[in-house]
Every structure is written in structure tokens, then in C-alpha cells.
């Protein structure tokens, strides 16, 4: 492993560790990405995946965002598909449609066939990292991989889903199966995790993203063990690491003893109650709802200062720190300028 990057003056990295930063920290979920004008023009030219495999361009596109607005923290361009690739499963970025599998997983026998993911498949990502730590200066960079249960749920689907039919069935009625496809995942997460890490990011982040779908008890017996031993091993890296999911507000408390230190909290859920759930000596991250920044400035400055003082109030009740961020990621449509301005808005409270 390479050695750590000190960032000591990293409102972020302090708030993630528990530590007063000197400002409330702020980076955005898809902050890179096509709400930016630059990303759009450099997109036009290059399909999603191939991007993803091109360092200097995940390089470049890591930067927009710091560059324009200024915000605590990059987080790596790149998918949670990416690993899976790597890993020789036949996908692609389907424009306005997203992870399309060729070959859904269904079966035993579809389990079994999954290979570990080869590093070398992924050197790309190795590569744009170290070049980002070179470029980045005292802003830290996050890595961040898809959690198991929410690449099950692209594999067995065969891409987006709004009810997991498929992934639930395999789960609930054939567990066995369920099992070793999450134990598979778990592997290939903490391979890439850690590819990331002995290139020099800061800090990762786990994206549960449709965690949500599940019952407390259907995540605790079916997703939380293999969450929790991705954490566990990326934890002897010693960064900082965030875990993150949608419409998880019954979930929090479960998903903080997964092991992260900071859990990410959507709009659904105010950031004084998340603090009740998770268990103490855990920061949060969020949550202003990402379509409050399409109501005029009024409303994003008044829902912005809520959100800082929502977070003041989960600190004081226990919370180790606030990372102020969306409740999910920038919708398309979002105006930079606004994001620009938020983020200076939070450095100014």
C-alpha cells in the first residue's frame, strides 16, 4: 500500500473522522457529470464506459467539478459497473437507460461462472487515481464501488429496475444461490476498493443504491454480512469510509453497524433524526433533495441553511461530524451556477 496523503486541513476528511472542521464541508453526488457544460462537451466524443477506462479522461473529468465550484472533495469518475467489466461480465452504459447485462445472472450455474476481478482489468482507474493525487493538492479524493446487493440487482435484473422482482425472488427463494452470487460480489468490491486505495485515494464510499427496496429484516439476513465484510477488510486501509443508500431511512441504524464512519442520509429522512438511528461516533453526509436545486434561489438558500442547521442539531445529538451534500446525486438539469453558489453559501455558515 502507498503511503497515506496528510491532508490535516481537510474540513472533509475531519468531519468524516469525528474531528471540528473549520467550515462545513460540501461535495455533491454526481458533481461531475452532465450537469456541467465541460463534461457534455468531452462526453459527446466518448461512450460512458470508454470513459471510464480512460485515465486521463476520468482525470480531467474528476477536476471539472473542483475547478467550477470549489467544493472539499473530488470523487473518482467512473461507475459502479466498472469492477463488474473488469471482471469480464458482458455490459454496457446504455444512454438514458444505464447498466444493460447482456447475460442476467439467474441461475446456479450463472453464479459459478463469475470470475474474481483480474486488478490488471482495471488499471486504468489505478491509474487516473495516481494521477489525480498529483493533481488534486490539498483536496481530498474519493473512491468509492457499488455495494453487493446493488450490483446483484443490476445482474439479475439485467439492468434498472423499479421493483427488483427478480433480484428478491432469488434472495428470498433460493438463498443458497443468493449467497454465493452476494459472496462473489463482496469480493470483487473489496478487489476494486482496494486497487483504489493502494493507488492513493483519501476516502471511499459504498453505494447501496437500491437498499431501499428491502424490509430491516430482509437486509440484515440477506445484505448487511456482506456489506459489513467489505468494510471490515477496507478498514485496515485506515481511510475514512462513507456508506450510502436511497429511501433507507428504516435501514440507517443496520447500515451503521455495517462499519462505516459516516452514513449517508437521502431528503427523506432530517439529519437530528438520522443521528438517533445510527450509532454514536458515526458522521453523516447529506441531504438536501437534489430538486430543490430547480426552484430558484430563494428556496435553495433557505433549504441549504435548514440543512446546515439540521446537521448542527445531529451533532449535537450525537452525531461526529456533517458532510453537507445532496440526498442523492445532481439531476441533469441542475444550473451549475447554483451548485457554485451553494457551496459557497455553506463555507460562508
Request: charged share 20%; with cysteine.
Amino acid at each position: 500500500m502507498n503511503t497515506r496523503r496528510e491532508l490535516p486541513e481537510s474540513p472533509y476528511l475531519a468531519a468524516a473522522t469525528g474531528r471540528t472542521p473549520a467550515r462545513v464541508p460540501v461535495w455533491f453526488m454526481r458533481q461531475a457529470g452532465r450537469s456541467l457544460p465541460e463534461y457534455r462537451e468531452l462526453r459527446a466524443s466518448h461512450r460512458m464506459l470508454d470513459a471510464c477506462f480512460d485515465a486521463e479522461l476520468v482525470c480531467e473529468i474528476t477536476l471539472q467539478p473542483i475547478r467550477r465550484h470549489r467544493v472539499d472533495a473530488a470523487i473518482l469518475f467512473s461507475d459502479i459497473v466498472v469492477p463488474l467489466r473488469g471482471a469480464g461480465i458482458d455490459l454496457d452504459i446504455v444512454p438514458d437507460v444505464g447498466p444493460v447485462i447482456a447475460n442476467p445472472i439467474r441461475t446456479a450455474a450463472d453464479v459459478a461462472a463469475v470470475k474474481p476481478l483480474d486488478p490488471q482489468q482495471v488499471a486504468p482507474v489505478s491509474d487516473a487515481v495516481s494521477l489525480l493525487v498529483a493533481e488534486l493538492g490539498e483536496v481530498p479524493l474519493i473512491g468509492f464501488a457499488g455495494a453487493p446487493f446493488t450490483l446483484a440487482s443490476y445482474l439479475v435484473e439485467g439492468g434498472p429496475s423499479k421493483h427488483h422482482d427478480r433480484t428478491k425472488a432469488m434472495m428470498l427463494g433460493e438463498p443458497e444461490t443468493w449467497n454465493a452470487l452476494m459472496t462473489a460480489l463482496t469480493d470483487i468490491t473489496i478487489a476494486f476498493l482496494q486497487v483504489q486505495v493502494a493507488a492513493g485515494v483519501d476516502a471511499i464510499q459504498v453505494f447501496d443504491s437500491w437498499a431501499g427496496t428491502l424490509s430491516l429484516a430482509d437486509y440484515r439476513r440477506y445484505v448487511l454480512p456482506h456489506s459489513s465484510r467489505v468494510l471490515a477488510t477496507l478498514a485496515e486501509a485506515g481511510v475514512p469510509m462513507t456508506h450510502f443508500g436511497v429511501g433507507t431511512a428504516e435501514l440507517l441504524g443496520a447500515m451503521a453497524e455495517a462499519g462505516a464512519d459516516v452514513v449517508g442520509v437521502d431528503w427523506r429522512t432530517s439529519l437530528r433524526d438520522a443521528a438517533t438511528r445510527v450509532r454514536p461516533g458515526t458522521a453523516l453526509q447529506g441531504n438536501l433533495d437534489p430538486v430543490v436545486l430547480l426552484a430558484g434561489w430563494d428556496v435553495v438558500e433557505r433549504s441549504a441553511r435548514a440543512v446546515v442547521e439540521d446537521g448542527r442539531q445531529a451533532v449535537a445529538a450525537g452525531a461526529a461530524g456533517h458532510i453537507f451534500n445532496l440526498g442523492h446525486g445532481v439531476l441533469p438539469a441542475t444550473d451549475p451556477g447554483v451548485l457554485t453558489d451553494v457551496v459557497a453559501l455553506v463555507h460562508s455558515l
